[in-house]
T-cell receptor
Framework: SQQGEEDPQALSIQEGENATMNCSYK?????LQWYRQNSGRGLVHLIL?????REKHSGRLRVTLDTSKKSSSLLITASRAADTASYFC???????????FGEGTQLTVNP | EAQVTQNPRYLITVTGKKLTVTCSQN?????MSWYRQDPGLGLRQIYY???????DKGDVPEGYKVSRKEKRNFPLILESPSPNQTSLYFC??????????????FGPGTRLTVL
């Protein structure tokens, strides 16, 4: 399986609720990044967390990283219908020069 | 406006007919990359380039070629396309090769169908 696996594969919530997506990876990383993709369009970078960081915030986004468990989570607070998209985690390995993406979580926020 | 552009955006072709998908960025980025996106498989890297004249294979390079003669351009070449190369393709770039603390900027995508 790929470096970077998101869980759940799909998530459906109501507007105003929080959405949590998880990502697990296998090898040591330099950093972990989260991207968002609206249907059929290019990916947009959301947030980057380095291997020596445990938590990071950006607006309504909160990312955590647990390197001992090789996992990360993305929390979107007070979700909006416009947050409906696919969310991908991507890892940059310590021994490499490539960004490896997971399969993504499809988030649907119902108005 | 800082951006990554790809052309064409949509392409339907037939098996064996050589094609090129162009990618250009106006941000003076060193690092450029090609991905393909398929349902259930996420994004998989095809080739990447750390700088001009420096390219390397990603996870799924078979059936593809690239070149990096200029910093801004990174075309993807399919010498003899086959139906299993039907996919959504993305070009991406980031600022400094060898510095991983950079976000990647993605193009809008090229939807390729090979009949």
């Amino acid at each position: 399986s790929q470096q970077g696996e998101e869980d759940p594969q799909a998530l459906s919530i109501q507007e105003g609720e929080n959405a949590t997506m998880n990502c697990s990876y296998k090898t040591s990383i330099n950093n972990l990044q989260w991207y968002r993709q609206n249907s059929g369009r290019g990916l947009v970078h959301l947030i980057l967390i380095r291997s020596n960081e445990r938590e990071k915030h950006s607006g309504r986004l909160r990312v955590t990283l647990d390197t001992s468990k090789k996992s990360s989570s993305l929390l979107i607070t007070a979700s909006r219908a416009a947050d409906t998209a696919s969310y991908f985690c991507a890892t940059w390995k310590t021994s490499g020069s490539r960004l490896t993406f997971g399969e993504g979580t499809q988030l649907t926020v119902n108005p | 406006e800082a951006q990554v552009t790809q052309n064409p955006r949509y392409l339907i072709t037939v098996t064996g007919k050589k094609l090129t998908v162009t990618c250009s960025q106006n941000m003076n980025h060193e690092y450029m990359s090609w991905y393909r996106q398929d349902p259930g498989l996420g994004l998989r890297q095809i080739y990447y380039s750390m700088n001009v004249e420096v390219t390397d294979k990603g996870d799924v390079p078979e059936g593809y070629k690239v070149s990096r003669k200029e910093k801004r351009n990174f075309p993807l070449i399919l010498e003899s396309p086959s139906p299993n190369q039907t996919s959504l393709y993305f070009c991406a770039s980031s600022a400094e090769a060898g510095v991983s603390y950079n976000e990647q900027f993605f193009g809008p995508g090229t939807r390729l169908t090979v009949l």
